[in-house]
């Protein structure tokens, strides 16, 4: 009889423990797909990231241009008046005057953050400098964005003056002159000199980010390979 119970005990510990190792590895085996999908969103940010830089580099070229052209004209309105021979020295008198506005790519950060698989491994740091970037630095610079827009979009008649197409409705030489030297004009031209410093200044620290956050997900991801 004892025989019986101790060959009974054996069996039931030899089913629990293959339960056991058996659920040990479903479990080893979904946490490697999950790796292997963490790893996949990985690359995909990585490639969206790249792409963004791309995008802002361009944005920032566009920008800084127009900032410059209009702190050109303020140097040039500071020093003397301006006449009809100076206009087609003056870049700004020769273009229009808009910005370029940069809103990320997130679609695969936020895939990876819905499935779960950032929130899985929010402990590692590089989880961290991606949300960083994505929830409050990108938010930050897409903010911006929408508030120069806005700027641009609004009625603005001081640009009749500054582009030639333009220029061509409404020029009056006399009149035309009096305008561009005016002080109403001066302090369009310093308000728009202050609102694309700013936005340059935006535009770099978001720059700066990204380059820095790039680096490391290129780094983790080739350590992981």
Known sequence: MKNIFARGGIEFLAVML???VSLWVDERRIEANSQEDFQ?????IHNELKDDLITINSAMDFNSDMLNKFRHL???????KIDLSALDTIPLFNSYPENR???GKKSAYLASKSSGH???NSHLIIVQELTKLYDQIYSRMEANNEFMDKIAAEADSWKWYISYPLRGHIYEPNDFIKKINSSE???????????FTFFVSIMETTRKNMIVVEGELNDFILQKN
């Open 74 to 80: 303020l140097s040039v309105m500071e020093k003397d």
């Open 185 to 195: 004009f001066y302090n369009w031209a310093v308000k728009n000199e202050f609102l």
């Open 18 to 20: 293959g339960i056991s």
């Open 40 to 44: 996949a969103d990985l690359f995909a």
């Open 118 to 120: 950032l929130n899985r």
């Open 101 to 103: 506005s940069f809103f």
